[in-house]
């Protein structure tokens, strides 16, 4: 490093008022005073070269260095479930994954475009947000914007947890518009698509360092879905003969243990028979509670046939359906009993049906789809604590007037179980 020595002459050109004055105090006053200036600038000088020398470093480090350690990664994108079928009006998820290259990554916000065609289909399903928070991938909604004429939302995520994931799910609500017409469903030969827009951002760490990941750079489908027309097809009959049964029907419902304390009306259940012939008949039958959790339900069957047996299907308004082959049967754990026998015979006159030893499980809320998803788990968090009746008809699992973390675990226990019995 060079040295830096003053001249005698430029000391004595650039003599200030204040060096004249302690000059004519004498010699040795005068270099004493020159030895302190000249000690004064040197350490300003050091603390320049040391503020210069490390920004320079932070910023060559953060330009070339970091860069060259944390390469880009490649972020890939694994679509869950790609062919949806759904009918008018009905909402469905649509979900995909973004896995990182390496295993630790973690991926800590997502900037992202989805579209869709908004003649079929509507963002989210009613709600201020289409997103659908995962219990195991916490991400907030930092921008959401739809805009429902052209059918494109922007949407910024950031993950709040200091968690590592290998991978991220992200799920989106979307819905089949209401209004609809049977004539515009006809009239859609192909299927609707949901994209996830080329160039999606993500942002992430590797051990502990910024990642950059490179996302596709073409669209990617998210969702095929087919709206259906119709209601599923008929039936096939049960076998006819002559005789009028009465099924007097026991059931429980997750969660319920005594006299509901909100909703004391009935339940609504499908109860459906199937016979061992093949055919089947559907009939919604109104359950009524009673003091220690068992609702009872009756009705009448007309023309049944001595030599049918049947297999019986339950399914509650909020619950998954439940098929029950035997007139008592019983299980040890919530929600295992099965059976594909049809071993009920049902005879003339009353017919005892003591099914309250089987749990019919609760999470498939309305509108039902038949499985216990994001869609009803998301419901219920987004009204926790809520006491309105339109959100209770919906996510009031066990009847206590509330919706509450009791009915989200009940929703979460069953999820287990998932689908309905077919
Ligand atoms: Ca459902
Ligand atoms: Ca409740």
């Not at 003599?15 to 005073?33: A, I, K």
């Not at 005789?243 to 029907?249: D, E, V």
């Amino acid at each position: 490093m060079n040295t830096y020595q003053p001249s005698q002459q430029q000391s004595q050109s650039n003599s200030s008022p204040l060096s004249e004055s302690v000059l004519s105090s004498g010699h040795n006053t005068l270099s004493q005073w020159k030895g302190i200036k000249w000690g004064i600038f040197r350490r300003i000088l050091i603390v320049f070269i040391a503020i210069g020398t490390f920004g320079f470093l932070a910023w060559f480090t953060n330009t070339y260095i970091y860069k060259f350690f944390a390469s880009n990664q490649t972020a890939t994108i694994s679509v869950l479930k790609k062919e949806i079928e759904v009918g008018v009006g009905e909402a469905f998820t649509t979900s995909f994954t973004v896995n990182s290259s390496q295993s630790e990554d973690f991926i800590s916000g997502a900037e992202l475009i989805l579209e869709y065609d908004p003649i079929y289909l509507e963002y989210g399903d009613g709600g201020s947000s289409g997103f659908v928070p995962l219990e195991n991938f916490p991400y907030d909604v930092i921008y959401e914007e739809n805009d429902p004429t052209i059918g494109k939302v922007e949407i910024v995520l950031v993950n709040p947890s200091d968690k590592e994931y290998p991978a991220h799910q992200l799920s989106f609500v979307f819905r089949v518009r209401e209004d609809l017409t049977r004539e515009q469903v006809f009239g859609l030969k192909n299927k609707v698509h949901i994209y996830l827009s080329k160039d999606p951002k993500f942002v992430g760490q590797a051990g502990g360092n910024g990642v950059l990941f490179e996302a596709p750079t073409s669209d990617t489908v998210l969702s095929a879905v087919s709206i259906r027309g119709e209601t599923p097809s008929e039936e096939a009959p049960l076998l006819q003969g002559n005789i009028s049964a009465k099924l007097i029907i026991k059931t429980r419902f997750q969660g319920i243990l005594g006299e509901p304390v909100g909703s004391k009306g009935p339940m609504m259940v499908r109860v459906t028979l199937h016979g061992s012939s093949g055919g089947s008949k559907t009939t919604t039958i109104s359950f009524q509670p009673g003091a220690d959790g068992i609702w009872t339900g009756e009705y009448s069957e007309q023309n049944l046939s001595e030599n049918e047996t049947f297999s019986i299907g339950l399914k509650g308004p909020k619950h998954l359906a439940k098929y029950i082959c035997e007139a008592q049967p019983s299980e040890t754990v919530g929600g295992t009993y099965n059976c594909n026998d049809k071993k009920i015979a049902l005879i003339q006159g009353d017919n005892n049906l003591n099914f309250s030893n089987v749990i019919l499980l609760a999470g498939d809320i309305p509108v039902q789809d038949g499985i216990i998803d994001a869609v009803d788990i998301a419901f219920i968090r987004a009204n926790l604590g809520t006491t309105t009746s339109s959100v209770l008809s919906r996510g009031d699992l066990n009847l206590d007037g509330i919706v509450d973390t009791q009915d989200h675990s009940l929703a979460i226990a069953a999820l287990g179980f998932k689908y309905d019995e077919k």
